[in-house]
């Protein structure tokens, strides 16, 4: 019998549809509504660490030449676009589950998500206070100008890009946000009602106390993620030649190859074609 005739399914393009099924999970009514929202995390974890190892592993592959391709039993670069293809869709799925779906739910529980806009003046007093007392000190903005690429950025870390405006003239800057603080901050109760506020909402909310020595008319801040190649976290299924080659060509290299971007879907244009 000829192996190559019997249809089977990559294992990338199968593990995205066990990754699916978590989504799914996220989606079923019947589940409880924080297992719900546990579930999108877990899909979005999931997906990150696959990026970092299957996804990184496949970006080394490709350089590969034909008979090697041959061997391996698949093209790489055919995969990855695969890959890219469904990562799309699900992304769409998760971003239409979470804002359309468990969102209201948690608002029909009184429980509601604010955003820097939202607040009323005694949200934004707390958030404020909150934010002198525990944030400013931790974050150091790094300012850039248009003629200097943006800095190498940690694997995983949420940055904001930050843009200032005095009429034409426009300033970038760069801030971490801090990971060792809760991503969630409960907001005081009112009516009964519950209010919770990200961490980069409560950030964005106060970025004239951290800007407020630059001269402007206008500040904007839009959340960026990269994933790196996880460099040493190869993936052993890969046959010990691959392993030993692709190894020796890491030790070349002091930081992981970026592998995705994310970014605020709002940020405007001059801003994604930043470098």
Known sequence: MDIKRIPLINREISWLYFNERVLQEAADATVPLIERIRFLAIFSSNLDEFYRVRVATLSRLTGLNEKAKEILGYNPKKVLNQIKNI??????????????????????????????????????????????????ATLVPIMLDNTTVLPELRDRSIYFFVKLTKEKKKTYALIEIPDNLSRFTVLPETNNLKFIILLDDIIRYSLEDIFFIFDHDNIEAYSIQLTRDAELDLDKEVSGKFIDALSKSLQKRKRGKPMRLLYDSEMPHDMLKYR
């Not at 739910?105 to 939202?118: T, Y």
């Open 87 to 136: 990562v799309v869709k699900q992304e769409r799925k998760f971003n239409d589950l979470y804002e359309n779906i468990i969102v209201k739910q948690l608002a029909e529980e009184k429980i509601f998500l604010l955003n820097d806009k939202q607040l009323n003046v005694a949200g934004g007093n707390f958030v404020k206070t909150l934010f002198r007392e525990k944030l400013l």
